[in-house]
C-alpha cells in the first residue's frame, strides 16, 4: 500500500500569512494526488484534483504543486474561513489512501 | 445541482450487519464510478470501497474485503454498502462520493454507524 504523509500535523498561522502543507508518497504517484479541506463535523470538500488543478468554486487563493512523490498545498492569503483540517489523498492504486490530516488554525 | 444522501447508518452489536444507502440527484449516475469513505471519531479519513460505473469492478480496502459489499441499482440511483460480521473498528462515520478525474468530487453528509454491545 502507498503511505501518505502530511507535514505539519498542525499549524497556526495570521490572517493574510502564506501557508504551505507538504504530503509525500511513499512510492511515486505521478500526479494522482487530490487535496481536500474538511471544517468540524461536515463532510469533506474537495479542494485540487490532479496535484495542481483547482476544484470548480474553491478561491484562487489555494494551490497545488508537485508530482512523483512530493506534494504541496498553498495558500496565498489565509483567510479566517480556511480554520480546517486538510487530507491529502492518492488515487494512483488502490487502496486509496489519505494522509493524517493537517490541522490550520487561524490567529 | 449534484447531492448525495446517505442512510440506513445506527448502533449495532458486535458481529451484526448493516445496509447503508446512498441516494443520488442532479448528475447521471449510472455514467460515473462511486465510493464510500469513513471517518473514526476524532480520526482521519479512510477509503473503504470503490464501484465502476455499470457496477462490474469492486474493489475494497483489506480491513474489509469478506465482509463488506457495495453494490449500485442504477435504476433507482442508489448505491449501497452492506456491512457484515461488524466489529467495533468498524464504528465511523461513512460518507459517499463521486468519482471524477480520480478525486472524491462531491461528499454526502455521512451517516454514523456505531458498533458496540
Known amino acids: 500500500d502507498i503511505q501518505m504523509t502530511q507535514s505539519p500535523s498542525s499549524l497556526s498561522a495570521s490572517v493574510g500569512d502564506r501557508v504551505t502543507i507538504t504530503c509525500r508518497a511513499s512510492q511515486s504517484i505521478d500526479t494522482y494526488l487530490n487535496w481536500y479541506q474538511q471544517k468540524p463535523g461536515k463532510a469533506p470538500n474537495l479542494v485540487i484534483y490532479?496535484?495542481?488543478t483547482l476544484q470548480s468554486g474553491v478561491p484562487s487563493r489555494f494551490s497545488g504543486g508537485g508530482s512523483g512523490t512530493d506534494f504541496t498545498l498553498t495558500i496565498s492569503s489565509l483567510q479566517p474561513e480556511d480554520s480546517s483540517t486538510y487530507y491529502c489523498?492518492?488515487?494512483?492504486?488502490?487502496?486509496?489512501?489519505f494522509g493524517q490530516g493537517t490541522k490550520v488554525e487561524v490567529k | 445541482e449534484v447531492d448525495l444522501v446517505e442512510s440506513g447508518g445506527g448502533l449495532v452489536q458486535p458481529g451484526g450487519s448493516l445496509r447503508l444507502s446512498c441516494a443520488a440527484s442532479?448528475?447521471?449516475?449510472?455514467?460515473?464510478?462511486m465510493t464510500w469513505v469513513r471517518q473514526a471519531p476524532g480520526r482521519g479519513l479512510e477509503w473503504v470501497a470503490n464501484i465502476k460505473a455499470d457496477g462490474s469492478e469492486k474493489y475494497y480496502v483489506d480491513s474489509v474485503k469478506g465482509r463488506f459489499t457495495i453494490s449500485r441499482d442504477n435504476a433507482k440511483n442508489s448505491l449501497y454498502l452492506q456491512m457484515n460480521s461488524l466489529r467495533v473498528e468498524d464504528t465511523a462515520v461513512y460518507y459517499c462520493?463521486?468519482?471524477?478525474?480520480?478525486?472524491?468530487?462531491?461528499w454526502g453528509q455521512g451517516t454514523l454507524v456505531s458498533v458496540s454491545s
Open positions: 490532479a496535484a495542481s
Open positions: 462520493a463521486l468519482i471524477t478525474s480520480y478525486s472524491f468530487k462531491k
Open positions: 489523498q492518492q488515487s494512483y492504486s488502490s487502496p486509496w489512501t
Open positions: 442532479g448528475f447521471t449516475f449510472g455514467s460515473y464510478w
